[in-house]
C-alpha cells in the first residue's frame, strides 16, 4: 500500500519557527486594542439603550416594575394625541433651527474665511455663544425676553410695535426658542464649514476663476461641492443634537404656552419623571431614537443627491 | 470638478457618515433610555452604620432653611443624637428617595417630601406606616395639615385597591404650606372677602402698568393650577370627584375660570408666562393690589427690605370665598423610609419636631408656618409675625388635591388648558364663559381619558 505523504514545504528561507505564531497575534492585536474602547461603549452606550429598551416593554406601578408589558407602551404611544403633536413641535422646531444654523453658519464662515486681520478675535466672540451650558443660556434669554425687566418689550414699545411678551404667545414663543437655539449653535456649524473652507484646495478655484467664473458661480459650482461632505457632517451633528433639545425650553417655558413649545424631551422627561409612567416615557424616547435614526438617514440621502446634480 | 467624488470615495464617506451619525444619535439617546429604565436603581449617598445617627434627606427650598440651619443642630444639642442633613433639587430629591425606598437601601431614616407623593410614598411602601411604628401625634396638629400624610386618604376618592382599607398615618406634617390671599392694606382697609369684592375693587382703582389688580402665575402645569384651586374649590367645584370624575368643568368650574379670566384686563399682559418670582415682584414692587401665594411669600419675602419695597404694607388672609373659602394646601410632610437603618431615632425625631416646644419656638423665630394650633395663635409669635393666624385659619378650610399617584399628570392636563385659556382670552378680550368652557371641556375629556386607560387602579 502506497504511503502518500503531503508535500513538505522547505522553510521559507529567513522565517522563524515561532512566526505562524506571531501572525496569529498580529491578526488579534487591533482587536485585543480595541476591546478596553468597546466594554467602555457597551457600559456607557449598549447598555443604557438595552435598559431602555427593557423599561418600554415593562409595566410599572408606584414606581415599582410589576409585569412584562409586550408592546402596550408601543401602542399607547401610537395613539397618545399628544405625543404626536410633540412630534409634530419637534420635527418643525428641528427644520427650521438647523436649516437656519446651516445657512448663518456657512455664510459666515465665508465671510470670515478671507479676514486676515483681527481673524481670531471675530472667530472667538463668534464662537462664544457655543460655550455657554444650555441651561444658562436659557437663564440668559428668560431674562431677555421678561416682559417686566427684559430688554425685548422695552425695545419694542420704543419703536412703537407694542410689546410682544415673546413667552406669552404660542407663535412668538415657538420663534422665541428656534432664535435661542440658532444663537447658541450657529457657531458649530460656522467652525464646521470655516475648517471645511480652510482644507479646500486653492487650485481648481483660481482655475475656475481665471476662466472667467464670478464668485457666485465659484461658490455653487466649486466651494459648496467641495464643502459638501465636511457639511454633511455638520448637519447631521446638529440634527441629532437638535431632536433632544432639553434644557432651554425646560427653563423657558416648560413647553408650553399650551403645548406649543413641547417637543418629545419634554413630553417624555414629563411623562417617565413627573407622571412616573416610567414604561411609555420609555417607549417615546425608543420613537424619538427611531426619528433621529431617520432624520439623519433622509439628511445624508438629500445631501449626496444635492452632490451628485452638483457634480453633473 | 468635484475633487474626491468617485465611487469608491462616495461610497466610504456614506457609509462612515451614515454609521457616525447613527453611533451618535444612539449616544446622545442613551442616558435618557437609562433614566428610564434604572428607576429601580439604587439611590445616592451612604448607609449608616451608627443605630444612633438620623440621615435627613430634602429637598432645597427657602422654607426648609430654618430646619437645616436651626432645628437640626438643636436636636443634637439636646439629645445628643448627631443628625446628618442633606438636600438636592426637588426633582433630583425626588428620584432619589423614591429610588433608596423602593430598594430598602437604607441611605436615609426621613425623607422630607411635598404632600403629593404620600399617595405613591405609602402604596407603594416607599415609606412606612408611622402608627405602626408608634409614633405619637401631637393632639395639637392642625387637623387637615395631619390628615395630608394619611393613606388611603380620610376624605374624597379612593384608588380601588385601598377602597376599604382603614386610613394609617404614613407622613407626618413638618410645615403647613396653605394658600393665601395677599392684600395690599394701601388699596384694601379690609381682606376682601369674595373674589367679586376684589374684582370691584380692581376695576375702580387699578391702571396697569403702573397699578396690577391681580398678579397670578400662569405657566402651564403646577403653577397655573395653583392660581385656579382657590377659585375652583371656592365656587363650589372640585379637581376630581368623590368618583374620580373631573369635576371641573361643570357651570362651578367654569363660573370659577370665568372669573379669573375677568382679572385679566387688570394683570399683566404676559401672564401666562409667570411663574411665582415673575408673580410676587409685582407685589414686592407695590405695583399689584392683591395675589394669591404660599406661606413662603410672607415668610421670606414680604417684610424683608432687601426684597421688599411694601414693608408693612402686605397683610394676608385666607383666600376669599364665593360658596365658600377654598386655599389649596401643599405640606411639607416627613416620612420614615422603608429601608431606614434606624427607626426609632426618626420617629423620635419627628416627636421632637411636631412636639409644642419646638412648634411654639418655630413659629416665634422666623413665623415659619408651624403645624400646631397653639403655636400659630401664640400672642408672641403673632404680634411679630402677622400671617400666622391666616395659616391656622386656611388650613382647616383647606381643600387637598386628588390622592392618586396620577395627580402631577392631571395637573398637567388641566393646567396645560387652563394657560391655553389665559393666552386665548388675552387675545380676544372677552367671551370668557364661552372660554372657559371650551378648554376645561378639554381638560375633562383628557383627563377621562387617562382614567379610562387605568381603569384597573381607579374603579
Known amino acids: 500500500m502506497a504511503v502518500t505523504t503531503a508535500p513538505v514545504r522547505p522553510s521559507e528561507p529567513g522565517r522563524r519557527p515561532d512566526a505562524g505564531r506571531r501572525a496569529g497575534l498580529d491578526r488579534a492585536l487591533p482587536w485585543l486594542l480595541l476591546l478596553p474602547a468597546a466594554i467602555t461603549l457597551g457600559l456607557v452606550s449598549v447598555y443604557p439603550i438595552y435598559a431602555g429598551v427593557h423599561a418600554s416593554l415593562t409595566t410599572y406601578l408606584y414606581g415599582r416594575p410589576v409585569a412584562g408589558a409586550g408592546l402596550k407602551n408601543y401602542t399607547d404611544t401610537w395613539h397618545d394625541p399628544v405625543f404626536w403633536q410633540a412630534m ?76 410682544p411678551n415673546v413667552l406669552s404667545h404660542e407663535g412668538s414663543a415657538f420663534f422665541g ?23 479646500i484646495p486653492q487650485e481648481p478655484l483660481e482655475a475656475a476663476a481665471v476662466d472667467g467664473a464670478g464668485p457666485v458661480r465659484l461658490f455653487f459650482n466649486h466651494t459648496l461641492p467641495l464643502l459638501l461632505p465636511v457639511l454633511a457632517v455638520g448637519v447631521v451633528l446638529r440634527l441629532i443634537d437638535a431632536v433632544g433639545t432639553f434644557d432651554q425650553i425646560f427653563v423657558l417655558t416648560r413647553g408650553g404656552p399650551g403645548t406649543a413649545t413641547q417637543l418629545i424631551s419634554i413630553y417624555a422627561y414629563n411623562t ?11 417607549a417615546m424616547l425608543i420613537a424619538l431614537l427611531a426619528f433621529a435614526f431617520l432624520l439623519v438617514l433622509v439628511a445624508l440621502s438629500l445631501m449626496r443627491r444635492a452632490a451628485k446634480r452638483v457634480a453633473q | 470638478m468635484t475633487s474626491g467624488s468617485g465611487p469608491s470615495m462616495k461610497w466610504s464617506r456614506r457609509s462612515v457618515l451614515k454609521g457616525a451619525g447613527l453611533g451618535v444619535a444612539a449616544a446622545a439617546a442613551a442616558p435618557l433610555l437609562a433614566a428610564c429604565g434604572s428607576s429601580g436603581g439604587s439611590g445616592g449617598g451612604s448607609a449608616s452604620g451608627s443605630s444612633k445617627k438620623v440621615i435627613i434627606g430634602s429637598f432645597q427650598d427657602p422654607a426648609m432653611a430654618p430646619f437645616r440651619d436651626k432645628y437640626v443642630k438643636q436636636y443634637q444639642q439636646e439629645t445628643g443624637v ?13 428620584q432619589a ?50 390628615d395630608q400624610g394619611y393613606w388611603p386618604p380620610k376624605e374624597g376618592a379612593r384608588l380601588k385597591a385601598f377602597k376599604n382599607d382603614t386610613p394609617a398615618l404614613y407622613s407626618l406634617v413638618i410645615i403647613d404650606d396653605v394658600n393665601l390671599l395677599y392684600y395690599d392694606t394701601r388699596h384694601f382697609s379690609s381682606p376682601p372677602e369674595t373674589w367679586d369684592d376684589i374684582y370691584t375693587a380692581m376695576k375702580k382703582k387699578a391702571h396697569p402698568p403702573q397699578l396690577y389688580g391681580w398678579s397670578a402665575r400662569g405657566v402651564k402645569g403646577n403653577p397655573v393650577v395653583q392660581t385656579y384651586l382657590p377659585l375652583l374649590n371656592s365656587y363650589g367645584g372640585n379637581f376630581v370627584n368623590d368618583d374620580w370624575s373631573p369635576g371641573f368643568a361643570g357651570p362651578e368650574g367654569v363660573a370659577a375660570l370665568e372669573r379669573l379670566l375677568t382679572f385679566l384686563p387688570y394683570m399683566a399682559a404676559s401672564t401666562p408666562e409667570f411663574d411665582t418670582d415673575q408673580e410676587t415682584s409685582l407685589m414686592l414692587q407695590g405695583k399689584c393690589m392683591a395675589l394669591t401665594e404660599y406661606t413662603g411669600t410672607a415668610v421670606t419675602e414680604i417684610d424683608n427690605p432687601s426684597d421688599s419695597k411694601v414693608v408693612g404694607k402686605i397683610n394676608m388672609a385666607t383666600t376669599p370665598k364665593q360658596v365658600k373659602n377654598g386655599p389649596a394646601i401643599g405640606t411639607f410632610i416627613c416620612g420614615i423610609a422603608s429601608g431606614s437603618p434606624n427607626t426609632d431615632g426618626a420617629v423620635k425625631f419627628l416627636e421632637w419636631f411636631t412636639s409644642d416646644r419646638i412648634q411654639t419656638q418655630f413659629a416665634r423665630e422666623g413665623g415659619s408656618a408651624a403645624v400646631t394650633k397653639t403655636a400659630l395663635n401664640d400672642p408672641q409669635a403673632v404680634q411679630k409675625y402677622r400671617w400666622l393666624p391666616a395659616i391656622a385659619q386656611s388650613v382647616q378650610l383647606s381643600t387637598p388635591k386628588p390622592r392618586t399617584p396620577d395627580e402631577p399628570k392631571f395637573e398637567d392636563i388641566l393646567g396645560t388648558q387652563l394657560n391655553l385659556a389665559l393666552v386665548q382670552a388675552l387675545q380676544q378680550k372677552g367671551g370668557y364663559d364661552q372660554i372657559a368652557q371650551k378648554y376645561l371641556n378639554v381638560a375633562k375629556g383628557q383627563m377621562q381619558a387617562v382614567l379610562e386607560q387605568n381603569k384597573n387602579i381607579y374603579f
Open chain 1, 88 to 163: 409634530e413641535v419637534t420635527l418643525k422646531f428641528v427644520l427650521i433651527a438647523v436649516t437656519v444654523e446651516t445657512v448663518l453658519g456657512l455664510g459666515l464662515a465665508l465671510l470670515v474665511a478671507n479676514v486676515v486681520r483681527g481673524a481670531r478675535w471675530i472667530r472667538m466672540s463668534i464662537l462664544a455663544p457655543m460655550t455657554v451650558a444650555p441651561v444658562v443660556v436659557g437663564v440668559i434669554w428668560r431674562l431677555i425676553y421678561e416682559s417686566e425687566t427684559g430688554f425685548v418689550n422695552p425695545m419694542f414699545t420704543s419703536l412703537g410695535l407694542g410689546a
Open chain 2, 97 to 146: 428617595c423614591k429610588s433608596d425606598g423602593l430598594n430598602k437601601t437604607g441611605a436615609y431614616d426621613i425623607y422630607v417630601m411635598d404632600d403629593n407623593w404620600v399617595p405613591e410614598f405609602a402604596a407603594g411602601g416607599i415609606v412606612q406606616n408611622l402608627d405602626k411604628l408608634g409614633l405619637k401625634v401631637n393632639p395639637d396638629i392642625l387637623s387637615k395639615g395631619l
Open chain 2, 82 to 94: 448627631q443628625v446628618q442633613y442633606s438636600e438636592t433639587s426637588y426633582d433630583a430629591w425626588y
Open chain 1, 272 to 282: 417617565a419623571f413627573n407622571f412616573t409612567d416610567y414604561g411609555h416615557g420609555a
Open chain 1, 177 to 199: 426658542l428656534v432664535l435661542v437655539d440658532v444663537w447658541e449653535w450657529t457657531p458649530l456649524l460656522f467652525l464646521i464649514c470655516l475648517a471645511g473652507l480652510q482644507s
